[in-house]
């Protein structure tokens, strides 16, 4: 037996470009949540000072879809993540691996407009 | 430029990082014989004591950057230099510009009649043969008393076989130590069970048996040869290149062959007329040959032959020149120590030494090899061991303190003041020393410590306090959240290393629900999600199962939830049951259905108390002299929920036949006529540990005091992630008898109240999640598409239940 949940891969519309996500309020400060945009996992975070970041949520090392539950905080200045899994440090301002500058998550743009979230996975 | 690398060991391996590291942007081929990528041949061993079908992944080295095309479980077969090509056995050819033969050596197969049916020890393969073989025998034969032959030694002895070492030398490790370290050598291998025959060689091995030369017959049922190594030279022997009488492809000091473009590297290299068995020089002609091919000039000027045995329990460790003009010996046969160094004639300069029994000296003084003493010589005999003779800050900026990585005081000091490291494992990272063997690491504390700063002190680069003082910080000031206590002690936003001891601190301290406001945004995924993150990112749950004591009814509802949500099931080692492979959206459903049949979490996430473990007692067990049972549960419900800088486990046995295995456990009763034993500080894990003895025959009312001052002195002064092992380690038993039982601090009474407190405020936390519609919340794969699953979760199915489908890792 091999049980495989299908992917609702939403079609594309080229138009639009923001996704709603979900109301700002309901993320956590300082803590990630995932999202399935246009077929994509991508893990959106609110940091401390409000600021919004979303990046793949996939950990490149594990090959899991985890990064949204990561412990957040800073390195330097930089604003970061940490993966769950063996707690490799990504940037969320540029997705690059700080632990392995050769390795990176993708980044995306993220907005709030009247209150929602919104992301763009173009 | 095409690079073509014949054979993927160490060597090839540290080749190809070098080469990428400083930006090669020819092309690389690698082309292994082994059926896998490069691996840490040193720790071999480990593979046979870890549990068996992991296929050495805890070995891998990483995998190099840069394009390199690997191909594996071909060997090179033959070298045409005039088209510039190799041939594999599979018929492939690899053209190239560049050629390196990294070879390796192949084990030495004495040739006796038999031995055809012996093993060798040199890859996962021949360990795997090792394992499988031993299953079905009862005694076994080392061929070899060297470093590698006791190691193997002991790998049987782990497999459970009665275990003999023969060697032709007149003692133990003829060729690091001198007779009278053979013999202390001897009298703690032989004390570990294993029969020595020394002076005598082999004649012939016979089913299930073997014959020495001086007709000593010994059963074994698993023979290993570890006589030594030979080069691989073949390849280069059959394309005409000079090859050593005694073996090895000759290069010179650029490690290039008679053929400019062929270079050779490693264990197959002889290089100055030797060929190194140890896998620092390896590494360092690796670098050179790299450097050469990018244009450089380095060159291999010959390697340290130091070696430090950490197996078998018994340090042994040579450094430097084993004679000399003066030496200075200790020796104490009782407690199995011998320490000798050989200094010049004129008592100036330290030549080399050797330790059996206790290595602490060697990684402080094998740096200091060929320099003027700086102490006197029997001073030195006992560096390391809390005398002040030798510190990091007496080595020279060019002595090398990491010998299998080629790393000098100087490019540590530098590094930690450049980079501002804080501690051993930024050292090793930025640096490599200590990555192999490990036998430097103290020189590594001893520099760090000369540097200025106190190692392992400071959790991360946001505080610059330890567990404990944060723990007093937190305490003192009243301090109830991580912002503030960053904001008013620390710098930047924290991490993942100071967010969960905080949040386990403000568990100590305060109570409450871990989810609770902010405190939700430190706990690690674990925490967070009340469950244990498994490797395709789906969770595990673990109901408390006191002193692993369940009625049918209750087996018979995890059996149900297992099934209705189609998970796997498993027996812990811990006396009771994981049901894997939740998906978040599963947990609070599952735990509802726990939770109604009068479960709660057994935090196995958690840095907490896990189980107290029980024997049956003598309730049932004819021997038993107490009830077991019984004090296992009421210790695993009154510190059920305890937060605490590492995990704490517990067992209680009946008598002292032991079966609950309690001194392997951070604290353990065993039950005596009169009461209880208590130990502490005992571990399995990475390093083993029996407790200690703290108190003998106690009440059960003394016993419970004692327990509770132990715990609430350990959360409040123990280090980040620090065992109770270590930590009584550290702190000495007798303090900590002093502490606990004589009140020498006077903190009884207020680590009495800390335990009250705890214990009056326990509430299950799976309950209290069902609960709460605000906490639920959190427990979805998606915020924007709460009903659907994670698409990326996919099971198949091995002996019935689901196993987890895993991700391709590709991070490019
Ligand atoms: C489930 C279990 C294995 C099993 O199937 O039997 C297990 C599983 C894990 N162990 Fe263990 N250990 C389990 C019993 C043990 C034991 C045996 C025991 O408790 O009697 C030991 C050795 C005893 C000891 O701790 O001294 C053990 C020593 C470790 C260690 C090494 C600790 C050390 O001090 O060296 C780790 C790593 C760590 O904690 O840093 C570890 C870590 C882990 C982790 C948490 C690794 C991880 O981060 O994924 C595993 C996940 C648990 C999960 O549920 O997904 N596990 N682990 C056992 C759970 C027992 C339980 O009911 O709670
Ligand atoms: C059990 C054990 C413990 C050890 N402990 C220590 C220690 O504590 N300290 C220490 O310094 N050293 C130790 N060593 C030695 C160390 O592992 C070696 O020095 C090191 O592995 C040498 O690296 P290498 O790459 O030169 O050769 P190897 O590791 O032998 O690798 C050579 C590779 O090339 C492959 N190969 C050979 N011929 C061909 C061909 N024709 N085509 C394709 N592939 C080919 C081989 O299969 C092998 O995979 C230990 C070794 C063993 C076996
Ligand atoms: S430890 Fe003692 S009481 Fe417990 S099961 Fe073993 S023999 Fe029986
Ligand atoms: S000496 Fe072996 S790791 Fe440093």
């Not at chain 2, 059963?219 to 030979?230: I, K, Q, Y």
């Not at chain 2, 264990?267 to 068995?277: D, F, K, S």
């Not at chain 2, 100087?410 to 980079?419: H, N, P, Q, V, Y």
């Not at chain 2, 998906?583 to 108390?609: C, Q, T």
Request: aromatic letters at 6%; glycine letters at 12%.
């Amino acid at each position: 037996m091999t049980t495989v949940q299908k992917a609702q891969v939403t079609p594309g519309n080229a138009g639009e470009k923001w996704v709603p996500i979900c109301p700002y309020d309901d993320l956590i400060p300082e803590r990630g949540a995932a999202a399935l945009v246009r077929g994509r996992q991508v893990a959106l975070f609110r940091a401390f000072d409000g600021r919004l970041f979303a990046v793949g949520n996939r950990d490149p090392f594990s090959g899991a879809y985890v990064i949204s539950r990561g412990i957040t905080g800073t390195r330097g200045d930089e604003p970061v993540v940490a993966t769950p899994m063996h707690k490799q440090v990504f940037s969320l301002v540029t997705g690059v691996c700080l632990d392995d500058p050769a390795t990176a998550v993708p980044t995306y743009p993220i907005r709030v407009t009247n209150g929602t979230v919104e992301v763009s996975v173009e | 430029m095409r690079i073509v690398v014949a054979g993927y060991g160490p060597a090839a391996h540290r080749l190809v990082e070098t080469l990428a590291d400083r930006g090669f942007d020819g092309t690389i081929t690698v082309l292994g014989e082994e059926p896998r990528a490069a691996y840490d041949r040193v720790a071999l061993t480990s593979y046979l004591s870890g549990p068996p079908g992991t296929g050495g992944e805890a070995l891998a080295y990483p995998a190099p950057s840069g394009p390199v095309a690997v191909r594996l479980g071909d060997r090179v077969a033959s070298i045409d230099r005039a088209r510039r090509t190799v041939t594999t056995e599979a018929g492939h050819d690899e053209p190239y510009d560049v050629l390196v033969l990294a070879t390796g050596s192949a084990p030495f197969v004495p040739p006796v009649p038999g031995a055809g049916r012996a093993f060798v020890y040199r890859t996962i393969e021949d360990l795997d043969a090792i394992r499988e073989a031993s299953a079905h025998a009862t005694s076994g034969v080392v061929v070899g008393g060297g470093l590698l032959g006791l190691e193997a030694a002991d790998a049987l002895r782990g497999l459970g076989l009665s275990t003999h070492v023969v060697e032709m030398g007149g003692w133990l490790m003829p060729r690091q130590v001198d007779e009278g370290g053979g013999a202390v050598l001897r009298g703690h291998v032989e004390r570990l069970g294993l029969v020595v025959h020394t002076g005598t060689g082999l004649d012939r091995i016979e089913d299930d048996r073997v014959i020495l030369a001086d007709g000593t017959v010994i059963d074994a049922g698993v023979v290993v040869f570890s006589a030594g190594v030979r080069p691989r030279d073949e390849l280069a022997r059959r394309a005409g290149l000079p090859v050593g009488e005694r073996g090895g492809v000759v290069v010179d000091e650029g490690m290039r062959t008679a053929d400019p473009a062929i270079y050779a590297v490693g264990e197959c290299a002889l290089v100055g007329g030797m060929v190194y068995g140890l896998v620092g020089p390896c590494f360092t002609m690796a670098e050179v040959a790299a450097d050469r091919m990018l244009g450089g000039s380095a060159q291999f000027t010959g390697a340290d032959l130091s070696a430090k045995l950490k197996l078998l329990g018994v340090d042994v460790a040579s450094f430097g020149q084993l004679s000399g003009a003066l030496d200075v010996t200790y020796m104490d046969p009782v407690g199995g120590v011998y320490k000798k160094l050989f200094i010049s004639d004129d008592a100036r300069t330290l030549l080399g030494g050797i330790c059996v029994g206790d290595a602490t000296p060697y990684s402080l003084l094998r740096p200091l090899v060929g320099r003027e003493l700086t102490a006197q010589p029997s001073e030195l005999l006992f560096a390391g061991t809390g005398s002040a003779a030798v510190a990091g800050a007496d080595f020279p900026d060019d002595a090398q303190v990491c010998s299998c990585n080629n790393v000098t005081k100087g490019r540590i000091s530098a590094a930690i003041a450049e980079l501002g490291l804080t501690d051993v494992a930024g050292v090793k990272k930025c640096t490599r020393a200590g990555t192999s063997c490990g036998s430097c690491v103290p020189a590594l504390v001893s520099i760090l410590a000369s540097e200025g700063v106190a190692p392992g002190k400071a959790p991360c680069e946001h505080f610059d306090h330890s567990r404990a003082e944060l723990f007093d910080i937190v305490r003192v000031r009243g301090i109830t959240t991580f912002s503030r206590l960053v904001g008013e002690h620390g710098r930047g936003r924290g991490c993942d290393v100071c967010k969960p001891v905080v949040a386990s601190i403000l568990a100590s301290l305060n109570g409450g629900h871990v989810l609770e406001g902010e405190r939700a945004a430190l706990q690690d995924t674990n925490d967070h999600f009340l469950a244990n993150i498994q490797k395709n990112g789906t969770y595990s749950v673990v109901p408390r199962i006191p002193g692993g004591e369940i009625t049918p009814e209750k087996l018979i509802v995890i059996g149900e939830v297992a099934r209705d949500f189609g998970l796997y099931t498993k027996i812990t080692g811990g006396q009771r049951i994981d049901l894997f492979g939740a998906r978040v959206e599963e947990l609070p459903k599952i735990w509802k259905r726990l939770v109604d049949a009068g479960f709660e979490s057994g935090h196995a996430y958690g840095k907490a108390l896990r189980t107290v473990k029980s024997c049956v007692g003598s309730t049932w067990c004819r021997y038993g002299v107490q009830d077991a049972v019984g004090m296992a549960i009421a210790l695993e419900l009154r510190y059920r929920g305890l937060r605490s800088p590492h995990k704490i486990k517990a067992a209680v046995s009946g008598c002292a036949r032991e079966c609950a295995e309690a001194r392997s456990k951070d604290f353990g009763l065993i039950a005596t006529e009169n009461g209880w034993n208590l130990y502490v500080g005992g571990n399995g894990g990475f390093r083993p540990r029996h407790a200690d003895l703290l108190a003998s025959d106690l009440s059960d009312d003394e016993l419970i005091r004692a327990v509770d001052r132990f715990l609430m002195f350990y959360i409040r002064t123990a280090d980040r992630l620090q065992r109770t092992a270590a930590w009584v380690q550290d702190i000495g038993l007798d303090y900590l008898r002093d502490v606990i039982v004589g009140d020498s601090l006077g903190i009884c009474a207020d680590l009495d109240a800390g335990m009250e407190r705890h214990v009056g405020g326990y509430f299950d936390e799976w309950r209290a999640t069902v609960e709460d519609p605000e906490k639920l919340r959190r427990f979805v794969s998606f915020v924007n598409a709460p009903g659907t699953p994670d698409p990326s979760i996919v099971f198949e199915t091995e002996r019935d239940q689901i196993k987890p489908v895993l991700m391709e890792v590709t991070r490019r």
